[in-house]
């Protein structure tokens, strides 16, 4: 029979009565408990996500326990150290927490802005590999959001460049909120625009000039993996205005994130809104989820961070389907965050 670990060290943690009391830290005590007989993770959708299966788990004492909690979320991670999966309880206060979902781009969605032929290649790649993230976004992420929308403080999305004209028409950003009438006029502006460009480019070469000794060299140079730009794309394809994805129902509340205006414009707005916990979803968990702007080697430094893992996507090269890059993505994560999931996500009072 396993018995209980406990780690010798005690972690310091900010106190939680609070969120501006920084004075006093408590003591948490990492007492890890065996869980017999473990199910597996991620398993509410294993067409999006592979189920995580690890034998070795632990349960923990509960971490976050906001006063006047209203929000459960279960989380979990991964120790090398502690030879197997922790998890952990978490009671939050719903109006202290943001949902966050990374470039959630509208593309091949039937808004206008779509993958240029016959080469180019954007978002999870092509035109059939967009097809996925879409469906992920309508079964499962949007209502997701809508069952919490109201109830957290924030619900927000990040997208590419800065806040243009058109956007800014559409969407509430960092820099204030469109009335109902800009939001209407933006909207036929973005159609507009997105359908007035010319998604043509080149094709792929049908020649390459290769040195006798080293072809391979020159072969990857000259037609590498994933060329994105404008040989593929098209002059003009990445300054486009690029819409969160139709699936998801954006309400006027909700925010825009720039990238191009950097972590701390989402850092500052958030913190004024009195945002201590991040739930994160989006795309895709290897690249823009984890390193841009709304990522979460950005946001952990400043929040209690969430990876919600099946409302996230890796990027699957050379695969028909997702599912094993998304899971190897978000275990990756569990080393420096925790992961929880829609099911481990419950506001009192929802079934």
């Known amino acids: 029979m396993r018995r209980s670990l406990t780690i010798s060290w005690l972690f310091l943690v900010v106190p939680l009565a609070l969120a501006d009391d920084k004075s006093q830290p408590r003591q948490y005590e990492n007492h890890l408990t065996p869980i017999a007989d473990p199910k597996p993770l991620l398993a509410d959708h294993p067409e999006f996500v592979e189920p995580v299966r690890e034998s070795s788990r632990f349960e923990a004492p509960i971490l976050i326990d906001d006063p006047k909690a209203d929000l459960s979320v279960r989380g979990w991670r991964f120790s090398y150290n502690a030879r197997g999966i922790i998890e952990i309880p978490n009671r939050f206060r719903a109006e202290h ?182 739930l994160l979803t989006g795309f895709h968990a290897d690249m823009c989820v984890c390193s841009t702007a709304a990522g979460y080697k950005n946001l952990r430094q400043d929040f209690d961070v969430f990876l919600v893992g099946d409302v996230t996507q890796a990027t699957f090269p050379a695969c028909e389907s997702p599912r094993q890059a998304t899971t190897a993505a978000v275990c990756f994560a569990s080393l420096d965050l925790f992961i929880t999931q829609v099911s481990w996500v419950k506001h009192d009072g929802q079934k």
């Open 97 to 278: 927490t943001a949902i966050i979902v990374v470039h959630p781009w509208g593309i091949d969605d039937g808004q206008g802005w779509r993958t240029p032929e016959p080469a180019g290649v954007a978002f999870a790649g092509y035109t059939q590999k967009n097809q996925l993230p879409l469906d992920q976004m309508k079964k499962v992420l949007n209502p997701f959001l809508q069952s919490l929308r109201g109830k957290v403080g924030v619900i927000g999305y990040s997208l590419p460049g800065t806040e243009d004209p058109i956007r800014k028409k559409m969407y509430r950003s960092v820099h204030g909120q469109p009335t109902a009438a800009e939001r209407a006029e933006g909207a036929k502006e973005l159609t507009a625009k997105l359908n007035s460009f010319s998604y043509k480019a080149q094709p792929v070469p049908q020649t390459l000039s290769v040195a006798q000794d080293r072809p391979a060299l020159d072969y990857f140079r000259q037609f590498p993996g994933l060329d994105a730009t404008e040989k593929f794309n098209g002059a003009g394809f990445w300054e486009l205005p690029i819409p969160v994805a139709k699936p998801l129902e954006v309400d006027p509340a909700d925010v825009i994130f720039y990238d191009g205006e950097g972590y701390a414009a989402i850092r500052d707005f958030l913190k004024k809104q009195g945002i201590r916990h991040i």
